[in-house]
């Protein structure tokens, strides 16, 4: 700023020469008037005429033929000089007064040509005089302005730091003290990292972008632990030094507030690894809660993927037998001839193959929670041991006669109209109405598509942790898109779809090239109006099967399907196990 | 003519006696004299105007220059503070010299009074002194002639 300042000069239209003639020679052109105590001109000489008096009277009042002694009226008694006196463009005079011991007075003229140098000096100095005002007024408006801005900073919660192209510290804002707990005074010159608490890929990410080895532009969402144990969430923007090469800029915003409302929001619609907020999920979360205390046997009913296993834990989770075991039946994957046995054991020599004794599933859940799934493809000569099982809680193993005693919570889930079943023969009606002592409801996703956007927000977030890339947000042309989406797989195939995204995007935003194109193509109908083509999904389990060597767990992800769904659809398209 | 350097007092008397107003500054080097015949209340009046050069660092009035002034107009910058003290030091030395005399304040400038530093508050000040304040402008005009008239009517009266 101080740069711009002009600097003051002097026009000095006397030269060295003027001053030597001045001073040498001379050229004084004297006059001189005497006047009497009355103010009278009584004689004059000199060189009057060159001043503008050349008719001048005696004994009339010397100041009405005399320009300037009426300004000197009355005249005293002491000598007195006036200097540098003008009353004509660029002629000046130095106008002395001496007083005679009669009571007259001598006035006397002497003009110098020094004059204008003497002027010009002066007006140098002057000029000076304003400059230097104007630079401390100028000065003190940049600094008021500093001061200005440094206050607003403060006030903005953010931390601006600059770093010179070795990554030290060259500037830090007064807001460090309150976020970073160091003085500003007290890191000029220290590195980045010694005063930014950052660990880990954070701390590899923030160096990128400072280094120039990634592009900067984006924020990057950080966690500090700072020296008293807390920890600040912030979001830095990196930028270049507009001002020098090298330099950079940061912008550290303090997100904390920000972060821990929004974890308070994400637990209050997260229960038990359950996302949801919509009236019907809270009344799901509801019910868990009322159950979980009770030893109740439960049936938990939903399509496939809406997460019954994750309720049947839920309940586990928040029951008294937390710590004890807790076992999934997927009854669907079992064979008529396995079932039996691996439910309820068996005794060495049983069968081909007993080698050994063998307690069941019951048995290991003791103390604990089973839970049956796809409990509606149980066989019939099961249906009835597990009726005995729910009457008596003890099982006989198979092999044996003497019942042993169970202590278990038994949890049902199943994706059929178990009433529908009944009716058809397939479902014992008492082993029904054991099961469904208590019932939950979990609704598919398309009648709860308020939850939609919370959790592509969620799976967004997990996958782009998980996978590195620096997706944060979805476009409002891919959300509306997912939300129209009919999700006949529910919260499972929303989830795979997220990944398959986030996979596939480059960016920080989500667009609809990227979804996969099931999903932006002709809406899906309704899941009760779609046809069942068999041999469709038979290629289509088979194909998943062979690209993960029939490992089906592996298939059912790629599917986007559990395995106990894989298992029923396997079964359904006369698939071998 | 009185006040601190570049207040104005050469660009008053100027846009006073010859109606011109010059944006360049030129340094008074000890007194100019002009001399400005004027009406008021029916009297013709002489006005002898000794516009003196500005006090400053290095300049500071001679007490001889001051002799034979009926009243004076102080002249005081609106865009800078210091004038003000300077002013008020002048009038000291006038009273010191010739006793009191009949004088006007001219706060000049106020073509930028965006500018100014010099307050209400400060401006009251001097009026609760008793100084009888007017703000003018050299380059406008604005209340150049009413000060020069409140002058010659104190003299007279």
Known sequence: ?577 | MLGAFSVGKTSLVSRYVHSMFSERYQTTVGVRIEKQQMSINGSTLDLLIWDLHGEDDVHTVRDSYLRGASGYLLVLDGTRRETLAVARALKQRVDAVLGEKPFVALLNKTDVRADWTISDADVESLRTDGWHVLETSAKSGDGVEKGFEILAAQLLG
């Open chain 1, 1 to 577: 700023m101080t740069d711009r300042i002009e600097q003051p000069f002097a026009d000095l239209p006397a030269s060295v020469c003027d001053y030597l003639r001045t001073v040498c020679v001379g050229e004084r052109h004297p006059a001189y008037f005497l006047v009497d105590r009355n103010g009278l001109l009584i004689r004059w000489g000199g060189d009057c005429a060159r001043y503008g008096w050349a008719e001048l009277k005696s004994d009339q009042p010397a100041s009405e033929q005399v320009d300037f002694v009426e300004g000197l009226l009355p005249l005293g008694t002491e000598p007195f000089i006036l200097p540098m006196a003008s009353w004509e463009e660029g002629r000046y005079v130095d106008i002395h007064g001496v007083p005679s011991a009669e009571g007259d007075w001598f006035l006397v003229l002497d003009c110098t040509s020094m004059a204008k140098a003497k002027q010009s000096i002066q007006q140098a100095m002057n000029d000076m005089a304003l400059m230097r005002n104007k630079r401390e007024a100028l000065l003190r408006q940049v600094q008021k302005d500093h001061d200005d801005l440094q206050v607003m900073l403060n006030q903005l919660r953010v931390i601006t730091a600059v770093l010179d192209s070795d990554g030290r510290i060259v500037f830090l804002s007064d807001r460090a003290e309150a976020i970073l707990m160091e003085s500003p005074e007290n890191v000029l010159g220290r590195r980045w990292h010694e005063v930014f608490p950052v660990t880990g890929d954070d701390r590899e990410c923030l160096e990128a972008q400072i280094t120039g080895q990634v592009n900067a532009g984006e924020k990057i969402c950080l966690r500090m632990h700072i020296s008293t144990g807390r920890d600040v969430w912030v979001e830095i923007d990196v930028r270049d030094d507009p001002r020098k090469e090298g330099h950079r800029l940061l912008y550290c915003y303090d997100m904390s507030d920000v972060y821990n409302l929004r974890s308070m929001l994400e637990e209050k619609a997260e229960f038990c690894g359950m996302i949801g907020k919509s009236a019907s999920m809270e009344k799901v979360f509801q019910m868990i809660r009322n159950l979980a205390g009770l030893d109740a046997t439960v049936l938990i009913e939903g399509e496939t993927g809406t997460g019954k296993e994750l309720v049947a834990r839920a309940i586990h989770d928040a029951s008294s037998s937390a710590d004890k075991p807790f076992i999934v039946v997927n009854c669907a994957g079992l064979s008529d001839s396995l079932i039996n046995s691996e439910l309820f054991g068996h005794r060495k020599g049983a069968f081909t193959g007993a080698m050994q004794d063998q307690e069941g599933l019951f048995e290991a859940a003791n103390g604990g929670t089973i839970l049956l799934d796809e409990i509606g493809d149980v066989p019939m000569n099961t249906q009835t041991r597990l009726l005995r099982v729910l009457e008596q809680r003890e099982v006989v193993r198979i092999g044996e006669t003497q019942p042993r005693k169970i202590d278990i919570r038994i949890l049902a889930a199943t994706h059929k109209d178990l009433r529908q079943e009944v009716r058809a023969g397939n479902f014992r009606e008492d082993l029904l109405y054991r099961i469904r002592v208590a019932r939950i409801m979990i609704p598919p996703l398309r009648e709860r598509r308020e939850d939609i956007p919370l959790l592509i927000q969620t799976f967004l977030h997990r996958f782009a942790t998980a996978s590195g890339r620096p997706v944060v947000e979805v476009d409002s042309e891919a959300m509306r898109v997912m939300m129209n989406y009919a999700w006949p797989g529910n919260v499972r195939e929303l989830r795979n779809a997220v990944e398959f995204s986030v996979i596939g995007c480059a960016g920080s935003v989500l667009k609809l090239e990227h979804l996969a194109p099931e999903i932006t193509e002709v809406p899906a109908p309704p899941v009760s109006e779609r046809p069942y083509d068999v041999n469709a999904e038979k290629q289509r389990i088979l194909e998943a099967l062979r690209v993960c060597n029939g490992n089906r767990s592996k298939a059912a992800d790629v599917l986007g399907i559990s395995r106990a769904t894989l298992y029923r659809r396997m079964k359904a398209c006369f698939i071998a196990s």
